[in-house]
Nanobody
Framework: QVQLVESGGGLVQAGGSLGLSCAAS????????MGWYRQAPGKQRDLVAI???????YYADSVKGRFTISRDNAKNTVYLQMNRLQPEDTAVYYC????????????????WGQGTQVTVSS
């Protein structure tokens, strides 16, 4: 089973920046779409940004122009650079991989990381 390990969360003041990373471990051949979701207390988990294996991206309207998603396929790692953070960005951020293909051609779908807390103070 793939492990998605997030890092980089923390506490930042409004207007500041944070970078998140998520590394997938295992004998992985490829990962299709990787992305970031977030969940604030008492709210549903929402899409933040996704990136395809060939670099296509999609962002939620609330983060367009402030957040940048990128990935390193050789390292099976996805990144999220968050700039001009606002208190409403406070949430647990989760890494997601929609389809993982292993070197032995096994496939795993809908994989989630454990989450990392991002807190933005006003």
């Amino acid at each position: 089973q793939v492990q998605l390990v997030e890092s980089g969360g923390g506490l930042v003041q409004a207007g500041g920046s944070l970078g998140l990373s998520c590394a997938a471990s295992g004998s992985i051949f490829s990962i299709n779409v990787m992305g970031w979701y977030r969940q604030a207390p008492g709210k549903q988990r929402d899409l933040v940004a996704i990136i395809t294996s060939d670099g296509g991206t999609y962002y939620a309207d609330s983060v367009k122009g402030r957040f940048t998603i990128s990935r390193d396929n050789a390292k099976n790692t996805v990144y999220l650079q968050m700039n001009r953070l606002q208190p409403e960005d406070t949430a647990v951020y989760y890494c997601h991989a929609d389809r993982v293909i292993y070197s032995d051609w096994r496939r795993e779908y809908d994989c989630w990381g454990q989450g990392t807390q991002v807190t933005v103070s006003s």
